[in-house]
């Protein structure tokens, strides 16, 4: 059954009740027995199950009030936390969740913590109302990680929650955990193998899988928008589930192509093995409200970055000096943590008036728990305040392709992958994705005049505030879809040159 038929089924089961008709009461069943909470800024799913006034949670946020909201809505008693791997990409509300609700938290086999936890075997069972959910060890993206088998009242197969081992379309990627193993990303490339093929292929093809990320998480490659799936559709169409694959076959295509992970990747697992503070508290200091004069006096501290999550527009139009663009808008928790290298940073924030708590909680979840309070009123009380501001000279993308010449110096920020398929012919590429480990001051003169362009503009203008702080002037940004510069003519495939290797 692929999602789009689960859809539709949900769908239907709408209708017929409008029209006080039957429906299939075991699908009923299931979907009201697990729940999927999506989170798209992380692409992200983190899972409710719940059956006769008990309820389990599997991967949850950082922060706990979907989980117990829910749990109060529906009157059942969250019961086990189950754990499917340590996460690199977000900080897991595990802890505190455990805390305010007296749940256990539950991992796999190898899953070494800092913290009171159940440390599952390979193949025991733990009961949640009239389910039952089986720990199945598939080691490969990490060596702890953790497929959850939920079995229905009968012990019949449903469905796996495969945290990264299996995504839709995608498997984990095996390069996470190599130094903390010692292990090579082959290595562990060659147990997911064998964890796919000895404990999630054999299941029935119409159990459901249920993975913690989809399209646009970097801990895979080549992830389906869809958040769900069938064993036996998946079967069909993942790469890494062919029948006729060999380990070696596996390996190499597993393990092609992957770009560096995020610097904060490390610094979320250890915090998720050796434990955080409480998001509440992280809430309270970031939630302070500074008048113009409180802000300026902290801002004049040089270790504190004053981060703009406003609109790319607004930012461009006028933002505090050397002010640091990440907009809420875009991926804007996955930027915090690739480019913002210290977890610790002290951050003063500039955000729309209503959108201070999503930035704080935003950061929170990626575990940037030291914003020190935000710019009461916003940019506009900075700006009537008579405060030192600036602006970036933005074009249109029609308006670049119009003005465009090859004497220009243009920068491309966006993924290796990207710019290989198809870019502007005079272009050279420097991803944002590694803006961190880049000398900018080797590679860019503050002489030039450099124009910079990406998919949307949302990375470009990120890079430009990026370089503006580290004193470029001479920077034009181009705002806009890409697709036009494709059909204007001006863009080519193959290579050119890069700033990256």
């Given at each position: 059954?692929?999602?789009?038929?689960?859809?539709?089924?949900?769908?239907?089961?709408?209708?017929?009740?409008?029209?006080?008709?039957?429906?299939?009461?075991?699908?009923?069943?299931?979907?009201?027995?697990?729940?999927?909470?999506?989170?798209?800024?992380?692409?992200?799913?983190?899972?409710?199950?719940?059956?006769?006034?008990?309820?389990?949670?599997?991967?949850?946020?950082?922060?706990?009030?979907?989980?117990?909201?829910?749990?109060?809505?529906?009157?059942?008693?969250?019961?086990?936390?189950?754990?499917?791997?340590?996460?690199?990409?977000?900080?897991s509300g595990h802890l505190d969740?455990?805390?305010?609700?007296?749940?256990?938290?539950?991992?796999?086999?190898?899953?070494?913590?800092?913290?009171?936890?159940?440390?599952?075997?390979?193949?025991?069972?733990?009961?949640?109302?009239?389910?039952?959910?089986?720990?199945?060890?598939?080691?490969?993206?990490?060596?702890?990680?953790?497929?959850?088998?939920?079995?229905?009242?009968?012990?019949?197969?449903?469905?796996?929650?495969?945290?990264?081992?299996?995504?839709?379309?995608?498997?984990?990627?095996?390069?996470?955990?190599q130094k903390a193993t010692n292990?090579?990303?082959?290595?562990?490339?060659?147990?997911?193998?064998?964890?796919?093929?000895?404990?999630?292929?054999?299941?029935?093809?119409?159990?459901?899988?249920?993975?913690?990320?989809?399209?646009?998480?970097?801990?895979?490659?080549?992830?389906?928008?869809?958040?769900?799936?069938?064993?036996?559709?998946?079967?069909?169409?993942?790469?890494?589930?062919?029948?006729?694959?060999?380990?070696?076959?596996?390996?190499?295509?597993?393990?092609?192509?992957?770009?560096?992970?995020?610097?904060?990747?490390?610094?979320?697992?250890?915090?998720?093995?050796?434990?955080?503070?409480?998001?509440?508290?992280?809430?309270?200091?970031?939630?302070?409200?500074?008048?113009?004069?409180?802000?300026?006096?902290?801002?004049?501290?040089?270790?504190?970055?004053?981060?703009?999550?406003?609109?790319?527009?607004?930012?461009?139009?006028?933002?505090?000096?050397?002010?640091?663009?990440?907009?809420?808008?875009?991926?804007?928790?996955?930027?915090?943590?690739?480019?913002?290298?210290?977890?610790?940073?002290?951050?003063?924030?500039?955000?729309?008036?209503?959108?201070?708590?999503?930035?704080?909680?935003?950061?929170?979840?990626?575990?940037?728990?030291?914003?020190?309070?935000?710019?009461?009123?916003?940019?506009?009380?900075?700006?009537?305040?008579?405060?030192?501001?600036?602006?970036?000279?933005?074009?249109?993308?029609?308006?670049?392709?119009?003005?465009?010449?090859?004497?220009?110096?243009?920068?491309?920020?966006?993924?290796?992958?990207?710019?290989?398929?198809?870019?502007?012919?005079?272009?050279?590429?420097?991803?944002?994705?590694?803006?961190?480990?880049?000398?900018?001051?080797?590679?860019?003169?503050?002489?030039?005049?450099?124009?910079?362009?990406?998919?949307?503009?949302?990375?470009?203008?990120?890079?430009?505030?990026?370089?503006?702080?580290?004193?470029?002037?001479?920077?034009?940004?181009?705002?806009?879809?890409?697709?036009?510069?494709?059909?204007?003519?001006?863009?080519?495939?193959?290579?050119?040159?890069?700033?990256?290797?």
């Amino acid at each position: 059954m692929s999602p789009s038929l689960w859809n539709a089924l949900k769908t239907v089961s709408a209708i017929c009740n409008s029209l006080n008709l039957l429906f299939p009461q075991k699908i009923l069943e299931y979907m009201q027995q697990v729940e999927q909470i999506y989170t798209s800024c992380l692409a992200q799913g983190s899972y409710f199950i719940e059956s006769n006034g008990e309820a389990a949670v599997i991967d949850p946020l950082r922060e706990t009030f979907p989980y117990i909201q829910r749990a109060k809505e529906r009157g059942v008693k969250i019961k086990y936390i189950f754990e499917t791997h340590f996460h690199a990409d977000f900080v897991s509300g595990h802890l505190d969740l455990s805390k305010e609700t007296g749940a256990p938290i539950v991992y796999g086999p190898d899953a070494q913590t800092d913290f009171e936890k159940i440390a599952a075997e390979d193949g025991q069972t733990f009961s949640v109302g009239a389910l039952t959910i089986k720990v199945l060890h598939t080691p490969g993206h990490t060596p702890e990680s953790t497929t959850y088998l939920l079995l229905d009242e009968e012990g019949r197969e449903h469905a796996i929650f495969t945290g990264d081992t299996l995504f839709i379309g995608d498997v984990g990627r095996p390069d996470l955990a190599q130094k903390a193993t010692n292990l090579t990303q082959e290595d562990l490339a060659g147990w997911l193998y064998d964890s796919l093929r000895s404990k999630i292929m054999p299941l029935p093809d119409d159990v459901m899988i249920y993975p913690a990320h989809g399209a646009g998480s970097a801990c895979g490659k080549n992830m389906s928008s869809e958040t769900w799936d069938t064993l036996g559709n998946q079967k069909q169409k993942n790469y890494a589930l062919r029948a006729d694959m060999s380990k070696d076959e596996f390996i190499a295509e597993v393990t092609d192509g992957l770009m560096a992970p995020p610097q904060y990747f490390a610094k979320n697992a250890a915090l998720n093995k050796q434990g955080y503070t409480s998001i509440n508290d992280a809430m309270a200091k970031g939630l302070r409200a500074l008048n113009v004069e409180e802000f300026s006096q902290k801002r004049s501290d040089s270790s504190v970055l004053v981060l703009d999550v406003r609109d790319r527009w607004s930012f461009v139009s006028g933002h505090i000096t050397n002010s640091v663009f990440i907009g809420l808008d875009g991926g804007f928790a996955p930027w915090v943590g690739a480019l913002i290298t210290d977890i610790n940073q002290k951050i003063l924030l500039v955000a729309e008036s209503g959108k201070e708590e999503e930035a704080v909680r935003r950061l929170a979840r990626v575990g940037y728990d030291n914003c020190i309070g935000y710019l009461d009123g916003g940019f506009e009380t900075w700006r009537a305040a008579d405060q030192e501001i600036s602006s970036l000279k933005t074009l249109k993308m029609q308006e670049f392709i119009n003005a465009y010449k090859e004497s220009m110096s243009v920068l491309d920020v966006r993924k290796p992958s990207e710019y290989e398929t198809t870019h502007l012919e005079t272009a050279i590429n420097l991803p944002l994705d590694f803006f961190p480990d880049v000398d900018l001051s080797s590679e860019l003169s503050k002489d030039n005049h450099y124009h910079l362009h990406c998919r949307s503009g949302y990375r470009s203008t990120v890079a430009s505030s990026i370089l503006m702080l580290k004193g470029y002037r001479n920077l034009v940004n181009v705002i806009g879809s890409f697709n036009d510069l494709k059909e204007s003519g001006l863009s080519v495939k193959g290579s050119c040159p890069s700033l990256v290797s």
